[in-house]
């Protein structure tokens, strides 16, 4: 379960607590009954390394070569092909 910030409006009260997706939000001060306000902060998961991008997921050279590698391969028979027919 996630742990949410919660600060009151009037007192300055801060203090977490851990609650359910489907919990109700807090609404007021457990110290001074006043007005809460849930408080927001960065995310908590950084994804690092290779792998997260699209462009980390394929080799430059690699999607080059391969693209080429067809192309250059499939004129080739049909090149000879008729030199074949020829003699």
Do not use: W
Request: proline share 7%; glycine share 6%; aromatic share 10%.
């Amino acid at each position: 379960m996630p742990t949410y910030a919660y600060a009151c409006k009037d007192c300055a009260h801060a203090f977490d607590i851990v609650q359910s997706f489907s919990d109700s939000t807090l609404t007021s001060c457990p110290e001074c009954q006043g007005t809460l306000r849930k408080k927001f902060n960065s995310v908590g998961v950084v994804f690092k390394g290779s792998g997260f991008y699209r462009t980390d997921s394929r080799d430059a050279k690699g999607s080059t070569v391969s693209a080429a590698a067809p192309a250059s391969s499939t004129p080739a028979p049909a090149a000879s092909a008729p030199a074949a027919a020829a003699s």
